[in-house]
């Protein structure tokens, strides 16, 4: 199909990726393009054309397809955020390679993150919950829920389980937010180069003195057999740090504020402390703080009646994958009750995510707590007066008021 | 009942463990096994749904 047919001669296709207005919904203008056609074109930042597959089956199917890369370090991978321009070379581990390197790499994780091993950790979670919500409520009665709690959770969680030292958060924390947040490729290599040089230091330390966490049990088991060398382990530290606050950070402020969005749902959890488990899930579905993921195709790939060419940009919309009519009844309706099956907020296909079972037990425990501990908890803002973040980053809140 | 598990293509999401856990589980590399004595587990009905729950299509599951 050629571009006449979809929109009258010499309009653009829209731009993507773009802002939400309400933190929990996808733009206007995604919802537009649902419904018809299981894809659509948009047009990135630099002016390239995309490919955006929006249906849920369609979608699922994209992300198993060995014929898509998900290769960063491809010199014509499609570049979605202006930050990360011309840093073709540099690929990031697990993320941004594709097998055989992807699954050498994620074998070595793998039982780290197991279902067993991350429910052995759940009374250190429930722990430092307990810790944080005694701290907030010794403050209160407001705080911004962001860095008084959403935000400490899964960064000491991760550190904990990492073996990286808490007391070095600020530090790290201030980095990965300029990394994430840079507008310029500078920016962005400056608080990079300072997050590597930290980690570079640490695993050194590591090494002559270990200790017993992940990257401990990394360097014991792969580094000093030959399996990863000294950058490998950095850098996946350094993917495992950033990839372990950034999202699920979000998934609890976001969680939260949709919660409080909607009294008759929270009365439901309210009731029924049990209930927490399958919120998660629907939270997961409803809010997809991971919009969208990027690919590129290997060869030309038919989907919907189109011809995806080898070389195209090929973009995945979760957020409107896990809003697909066809696949949820009322897709637009939140519903905690709701058995959110196969939803794609952590992906689908070999990338899906390596820390879903962490994430879940933070965000049950996390939302669980504070439902339980603050009844009376609110916004302390109007809604349209929460900043959110922009569209090509996780969803969320920068800042969440609340007080009860 | 007939299930067919490939461990090669197992990525450790524990979507079977989570949807089916009478018959999934999962050993000590976090990798997908089947529960001792799954016979039992086979009358879950969300147990035809764990083919389309795994991320990586290491799960079948055909009649007979």
């Known amino acids: ?404 | 009942m007939r299930i067919t598990i490939d461990r090669d293509r197992c990525i450790g999401s524990g979507q079977c463990a989570m949807t089916a856990p009478g018959v999934f589980t999962q050993d000590d590399e976090a990798l997908v096994a089947l529960v001792p004595g799954y016979e039992d587990g086979t009358g879950d009905p969300r147990l035809l749904d764990v083919p389309m729950a795994c991320p990586v299509q290491a799960i079948e599951i055909s009649e007979g």
Request: hydrophobic share 40%; net charge negative; aromatic share 6%.
């Open chain 1, 1 to 404: 199909m050629t571009e006449t047919e979809i929109r009258p001669t010499g309009s653009p296709a829209p731009s993507f990726p773009q802002d939400r207005t309400c933190p929990y919904q996808p733009p206007q203008a995604y919802t537009d393009w649902r419904g018809e056609r299981p894809l659509t074109q948009v047009t990135l930042f630099d002016g390239r054309p995309a490919w955006m597959v929006t249906g849920h089956a369609e979608g699922r199917a994209m992300l198993v397809d060995p014929r898509l890369s998900a290769d960063w370090g491809h010199p014509v991978f499609p570049v979605v955020v202006q930050r990360t321009e011309g840093r073709g070379g540099l690929s990031f581990p697990l993320i941004g390679v594709d097998d055989p390197v992807h699954a050498r790499q994620r074998r070595m994780l793998i039982p780290s993150f197991g279902v067993k091993r991350m429910n052995a950790i759940r009374p250190m979670v429930q722990e430092l919950v307990d810790q944080l919500l005694d701290d907030m409520l010794a403050k209160g009665p407001t705080a911004d829920l962001v860095s008084a709690f959403a935000l400490p959770v899964p960064s000491m969680a991760i550190c904990e389980l990492l073996g990286v030292p808490y007391a070095d958060h600020d530090f790290f924390e201030e980095r990965s937010r300029n990394f994430v947040g840079a507008k310029t490729t500078a920016e962005a290599d400056a608080a990079f180069g300072e997050l590597y040089g930290y980690l570079h230091g640490l695993v050194g330390k590591k090494q002559a003195e270990p200790g017993d966490g992940l990257l401990d049990e990394l360097i014991a088991r792969q580094l000093e057999e030959g399996e990863l060398d000294h950058n490998e382990v950095v850098m996946i530290a350094l993917v495992l740090l950033l990839a372990g606050h950034e999202t699920t950070v979000n998934a609890i402020s976001l969680g939260a504020l949709t919660l409080l969005q909607h009294p008759d749902q929270l009365e439901v959890l309210r009731r029924d402390p049990e209930a927490v488990t399958g919120a998660v899930e629907e939270l997961l579905r409803f809010t997809s703080v991971s919009d969208y993921m990027v690919r590129m195709a290997k060869e030309d790939i038919e989907l919907g009646g189109e011809t995806i060419k080898a070389g195209d940009a090929v973009l995945i919309s979760i957020s409107l994958m896990n809003r697909d009519g066809k696949a949820y009844e009322d897709p637009d309706t939140f519903d905690v009750r709701r058995k959110a099956r196969h939803h794609v907020g952590f992906g689908h296909g070999i990338h899906q995510c390596l820390g879903q079972n962490l994430a879940r037990i933070e965000i049950e425990i996390a939302l669980g707590s504070l439902i339980a501990r603050i009844p009376g908890l609110r916004l302390a803002v109007p809604v349209d007066q929460v900043p959110i973040k922009a569209g090509h980053d996780a969803q969320g809140p920068v800042e969440l008021p609340v007080t009860w």
